[in-house]
């Protein structure tokens, strides 16, 4: 078992910056798989990026490549998302997920794939 705690989050204009930070306890951090998701109001909660275990692979949505970035320090047992450039259709409670698996084909796209969860932390973009 993993527990993954997310902070990071809060209030921010339109074309600023955050860094989220999903802080792992438990097992292994260097064994899982990191992804991170968000879910706004009457929507289902979408992938976002995902890090592979070494921190050598990431993968992004379409509709925050080149804003965002995955990052992970094993040795701090944490995983980052750093975000710059935010819109208000950012507006989201951002979610960090934890899956022991290999990196491999697009399962870490899938929410329904991961077994661990942080609570969540709220990013909110005015315009």
């Known amino acids: 078992q993993v527990q993954l705690v997310e902070s990071g989050g809060g209030l921010v204009q339109a074309g600023g910056s955050l860094r989220l930070s999903c802080a792992a306890s438990?097992?292994?951090?260097?064994?899982?798989?990191m992804g991170w998701f968000r879910q706004a109001p009457g929507k289902e909660r979408e992938f976002v990026a995902a890090?592979?275990?070494?921190?050598?692979?990431?993968v992004y949505a379409d509709s925050v490549k080149g804003r965002f970035t995955i990052s992970r320090d094993n040795a701090k047992t944490t995983a980052y998302l750093q975000m710059n450039s935010l819109k208000p259709e950012d507006t989201a409670v951002y979610y960090c997920a934890a899956e022991n698996r290999r990196f491999g084909s697009t399962w870490y796209q899938n929410s329904k794939e991961y077994d661990y969860w942080g609570q969540g932390t709220q990013v909110t973009v005015s315009s």
């Open positions: 890090i592979n275990r070494s921190g050598l692979s990431t």
């Open positions: 438990g097992r292994t951090f260097i064994n899982y798989v």
